[in-house]
């Protein structure tokens, strides 16, 4: 089971890519509905790639990663760590060092430089035996919104599948996708139009651990919400009054 800590990480983190959401689509006027983030392109793709963390590319280890430590000829060295919600660890005769982001080739060296005062030639070999979980989230108009787990080749129509779907209300050709690559701080978000993919075309890019789908509302769902939240919630005598109706345009 997931610490206290790592519970609240992934709140933060949620919370955070929640916000990003939140500025890429604007409050609606009316009854229109336009997303702020950018049509993904083909020149896109590379990029996006380079911002995945992927397992079985350049990783960058993270927290909730457990390392297998093993030092060739001082095999009293070797250690099974998992990396602390802040990013740390605590390796013998090193201390406390920071890793979240480091590749494990990085680590080895780092580790070596620092053990070479005591160790003879140290040769340090570093492996993540066990990663955090990987999950993606799916939010906006989808039947179930929340976290899906994270596979190899995922790609996003399948991600919002595995969500339930797209509800009736759903703009599948402005999809937001936000990747993260793991980090708070930095993300790049692009638009995707998904109804070529519901008709059988391929989708031209697969999903990373972390990214985020935001499904938003069609201009029609906008003008329903539009009109409960203005007109049927704010005027008491509509509520439950039987044969009131209203129309949304002329």
Known sequence: MRSERERRRGQTILGL???VILVLVPLVNGCSSN???????????PRFSMAGNFPDHIYRMEPGDTLQIRYTYHPDMNQEIVILPDGKISVQLVGEIPVSGMTTRELEQLL?????ENLR?????VSVSKFAERTVYIGGEVEKPGTIPYRKGLRPLQAIISAGGFRETARADSVILVRTGGSETHFISRKLNLT????????????APHDVIFVPRSS???????????????????????????????
């Open 17 to 19: 890519l929640t916000g």
């Open 35 to 45: 997303v702020a983030a950018p049509e993904l392109t083909v020149e896109d793709i």
């Open 112 to 116: 070596a430089q620092k053990t070479s």
């Open 121 to 125: 030639d140290p040769e340090v070999i």
């Open 196 to 207: 070529d993919s519901t008709g059988g075309i391929e989708e031209p890019l697969v999903l």
């Open 220 to 250: 029609i769902a906008e003008a329903n919400l539009w009109v409960k939240q203005h007109i049927t919630e704010l005027i008491p005598f509509l509520k439950g009054s039987a044969g009131v109706t209203y129309r949304t345009g002329p």
